[in-house]
Every structure is written in structure tokens, then in C-alpha cells.
């Protein structure tokens, strides 16, 4: 601990410089202009809704397997034969967002990119649409961010490209090359990306990822998704907890989701019900 006497002088400097002791988190962005607006039109043009390239996807896992150390390969192996066997391991299961990148990587679900003044959204369709956001006001990477699912994404534009550098991603995330088989990063993963149009209706995500708790090297690959705009194709609401509930009625008659009991995936009524 720091004698007294040493922290009057930090105190007095604090109080003559409020900058000093504010936190970077604590800045006040500025309302976006019109001209911020007018900028959007000048982006590449990323509107409709996204979907997987399960065959690539596919061929990439075959052609370009991850490079994992030797002692996670074997973790790997294990999971590669219980899921040949019929005892998948069943990663996203709890209902947990997937993270980055295996919200990339794996996924089979549709996604939407909504591009606004500073900040690039990523809508997922699964579980009530998740979202990651990538910051592309010119802020820098914050030295120690906080961690979560999907990690704290700084962006930039180089042309048509989005160059993505993203961080502080939670160890439980996992770095997944199907549902049922991946492994925890455990800590110190961090995924670069340039995601760009290939053709008027085919997006790629260019992967470098780098978890040196697991991987030999930085993992480079690729995932494509392509463009449809038909209004069947909009994402679409999805919530993997509301199997778990059943419609009922409370004691003065609103309606209420209540936990469901289920047998061999049956829901049943509750034990009280007839």
C-alpha cells in the first residue's frame, strides 16, 4: 500500500485533470452526423440475409484441419470417434452463445449485417438472434478488455474489405470444427479477420486464429456464405430454451411460460395436472 503522503499529490493531480481519472470506457461518443450517414452509402453493399456454405465448410474442416498440439489432438480424436459412434458430445447444447469464431466457423444458422455510424452488427439466427458488435470509429484496442463470448471487435475498412481484430474472448469459448467436436481456447485467443464480397452474392470470412493454449501456429481459413434476399429467407426468431418451457396459465389467468417435464423428448403436464 502506498504511504499517504505519496497519494496527495496523485489526489490533487486527479482533481486538476478529471481527464486523468476518467476511464476510456467512460467517453461520450458524438451523435453521428449526416455526413456519417451519407458515408454508409459509399460501403460495399451487405444487405439481405447470409447463409452457411455447409459443403465448403465441409471440405475446409477435411482439407484444412486445425493444427492443434499434440496432447489437445488427442482430445479432439476422442470426440472425433464418440461422435462416429452415436455419443455426440454435443457442444452448444446449454444453450450458451457460440462465440467467436466457432460463431463463424460452424454455424448453420443465417446471418444479417447491419452497418451504422461507427459499428458494423452481426446478427445470428440462433438463440433470439445473437449479436456481436465491431467497433469501426477509429477506437484502438483497449489494453485489458473485458472478457466475454464474443471478445471486444475493432474494425477498419481497406477498400471493400473489413479487417476485424478482436480480443479478450472468454477460455470456456470453444474452438469447435463441428457441434459435436471442440475444444476450449482457455484463454488468450485472438481472431483476425477480413471479411469481403468474392462475387455480388458470396461473402468470405477470412480466419486467422491464434489460441496458444491449444494450436501450434495461427490457424488460417476461410468460411463463404451466400447472399439471399427472397423475404423466405429472413432470419427468423430462435430462442433453444423455449423447448425447456410450456404454455400455462397463472392463478389469475395470464398466460406464463412454466417448466416443462419431458420423457424420452415428450413434454408431459406437471406432476400437479391431470
Not at 463441428?178 to 468470405?204: Q, Y
Request: charged share 25%; aromatic share 6%; proline share 9%.
Amino acid at each position: 500500500m502506498r504511504p499517504a503522503s505519496r497519494l496527495l499529490p496523485l489526489l490533487a493531480l486527479a482533481i486538476a485533470c478529471p481527464a486523468i481519472a476518467q476511464r476510456a470506457s467512460d467517453r461520450v461518443d458524438p451523435a453521428p452526423t449526416a455526413a456519417d450517414w451519407q458515408a454508409i452509402a459509399r460501403l460495399p453493399d451487405w444487405s439481405g440475409t447470409w447463409s452457411p456454405d455447409i459443403v465448403d465448410q465441409n471440405a475446409q474442416i477435411r482439407t484444412n484441419p486445425t493444427p492443434w498440439k499434440p496432447d489437445i489432438q488427442r482430445q479432439v480424436d476422442h470426440w472425433t470417434a464418440e461422435e462416429a459412434a452415436g455419443r455426440p458430445k454435443g457442444l452448444l447444447i446449454d444453450c450458451l452463445p457460440h462465440g467467436t469464431p466457432t460463431f463463424i466457423l460452424i454455424t448453420h444458422n443465417a446471418l444479417e449485417i447491419l452497418f451504422s455510424p461507427g459499428r458494423v452488427t452481426i446478427l445470428g439466427e440462433s438463440d433470439g438472434n445473437r449479436l456481436r458488435r465491431i467497433h469501426t470509429d477509429g477506437r484502438a484496442m483497449p489494453a485489458d478488455p473485458d472478457p466475454s463470448f464474443h471478445g471486444y471487435s475493432v474494425g477498419h475498412w481497406d477498400g471493400s474489405t473489413l479487417v476485424v481484430d478482436t480480443k479478450g474472448i472468454l477460455p470456456q469459448v470453444y474452438l469447435a470444427v463441428s457441434e459435436a467436436v471442440g475444444i476450449p481456447n482457455n484463454g488468450d485467443m485472438r481472431v483476425k479477420e477480413r471479411i469481403h464480397l468474392v462475387d455480388p452474392d458470396t461473402l468470405a470470412f477470412d480466419l486467422e486464429i491464434d489460441a496458444p493454449r491449444v494450436l501450434t501456429r495461427p490457424w488460417k481459413t476461410t468460411r463463404l456464405y451466400h447472399r439471399k434476399r427472397q423475404r423466405s429467407h429472413e432470419i427468423v426468431e430462435g430462442v433453444c430454451r423455449q423447448g425447456d418451457f410450456r404454455d400455462a396459465t397463472d392463478a389469475r389467468g395470464n398466460a406464463i411460460f412454466a417448466p416443462a417435464y419431458q420423457q424420452d423428448g415428450n413434454i408431459l403436464p406437471a406432476p400437479n395436472e391431470k
